[in-house]
């Protein structure tokens, strides 16, 4: 069955930098576009970034851009997040999606920006 495993997540200080990743299995992984999503305290979750199937193609949120990096590699069925320059805005729990037959969440990584 599809699997989606975050790590990397933590406790950081504004302007500081995070990498996640997401380790995929159960699905033909190069075939698919991945994102990753934040849910904030109180808020919704929100789309923060996507990547095409071979990496081509990449999207942000507006309030990321310039400051966040997505990436894969579909030999290791891992798709990335490198997060720099974090505000504690930034703060949430960050989830890995897929959106195959059906669409998959991962359990989700805490990333907390605070001095």
């Known amino acids: 069955q599809v699997q989606l495993v975050e790590s990397g997540g933590g406790l950081v200080q504004p302007g500081g930098s995070l990498r996640l990743s997401c380790a995929a299995s159960g699905f033909t992984f190069s075939s698919y576009a991945m994102s990753w999503y934040r849910r904030a305290p109180g808020k919704e979750r929100e789309l923060v970034a996507r990547?095409?199937?071979?990496?081509?193609?990449?999207n942000y949120a507006d309030s990321v851009k310039g400051r966040f990096i997505i990436s894969r590699d579909n030999a290791k069925n891992t798709v990335y997040l490198q997060m720099n320059s974090l505000k504690p805005e930034d703060t949430g729990v960050y989830y890995c999606?897929?959106?195959?037959?059906?669409?998959?969440w991962g359990q989700g990584t805490q990333v907390t920006v605070s001095s």
């Open positions: 990547i095409s199937s071979l990496g081509a193609t990449t």
């Open positions: 999606n897929a959106k195959v037959a059906y669409e998959y």
